[in-house]
Structure formats: structure tokens, C-alpha cells
């Protein structure tokens, strides 16, 4: 088992910056990616931004691509998304997510979640 817990959302003016973190626990951080997906009232959860484990690559939804830089921190067993240029359209509850197997992830359908954080972005 693995748990996840976000923190770091809030509310921000547009073109302002955020930087979620979350901190997993339970299995050996290193060998999971991790991931951020959002989602936005009415809408469905879609992918943000994923970092593999042992290399740290890294993928971006076109959404967020050159605003937002995921990054972790293997000692920690903390990954970050830090969010930069924010719009109003950013506005979700951001969810963290783990899965040994990257394509999983980003696929959407991975092992674990954490609880959300909500980040609102004012006009």
C-alpha cells in the first residue's frame, strides 16, 4: 500500500504561482511513478504531468506545457508541481497519483490516489 497526501493548494490571481507537494508513504518511493491529474466541476480528471522514478523523466499534458515543472525528491518521498502563469481554467481539485508502472499512470488508471487539493485561480 502506498498513501499520498497533497497540500499546497489555495487561491491565487491569475498569472500568479502555486507549488503542491505531495508526500507518499508505505513502499519504496524510488521505484513508482508519480503523477498529477486535476479535476474541474463538471468535468473529467484529466493528466497534468507525470515524473518517472529512477531517471526522473518527465511528461506534460499540451494544457500545461512550459508553465508547469513536476520534480521530485526521492529522499523525501515527496513529489512536487510547481505552477507557474496560472489562468482561471487551471482551477481544479489537483489529485496526486502513484503506480510502479508509468504507462498505467498516465493512462489514468493508476494504483493509488491521494485525497485532492483544491487550487482555485481568480480573473
Known amino acids: 500500500q502506498v498513501q499520498l497526501v497533497e497540500s499546497g493548494g489555495g487561491l491565487v490571481q491569475a498569472g500568479g504561482s502555486l507549488r503542491l507537494s505531495c508526500a507518499a508513504s508505505?513502499?519504496?518511493?524510488?521505484?513508482?511513478?508519480m503523477g498529477w491529474f486535476r479535476q474541474a466541476p463538471g468535468k473529467e480528471r484529466e493528466f497534468v504531468a507525470s515524473?518517472?522514478?529512477?531517471?526522473?523523466?518527465?511528461v506534460y499534458s499540451n494544457s500545461v506545457k512550459g508553465r508547469f515543472a513536476v520534480s521530485r525528491d526521492n529522499a523525501k518521498n515527496t513529489v512536487y508541481l510547481q505552477m507557474n502563469s496560472l489562468k482561471p481554467e487551471d482551477t481544479a481539485v489537483y489529485f496526486c497519483?502513484?503506480?510502479?508502472?508509468?504507462?498505467?499512470?498516465?493512462?489514468?488508471?493508476?494504483?493509488?490516489w491521494g485525497q485532492g487539493t483544491q487550487v482555485t485561480v481568480s480573473s
Open positions: 497519483a502513484a503506480d510502479s508502472s508509468l504507462i498505467q499512470l498516465t493512462s489514468g488508471r493508476p494504483d493509488y
Open positions: 508505505g513502499r519504496p518511493f524510488i521505484y513508482f511513478a
Open positions: 515524473i518517472w522514478g529512477s531517471d526522473g523523466n518527465t
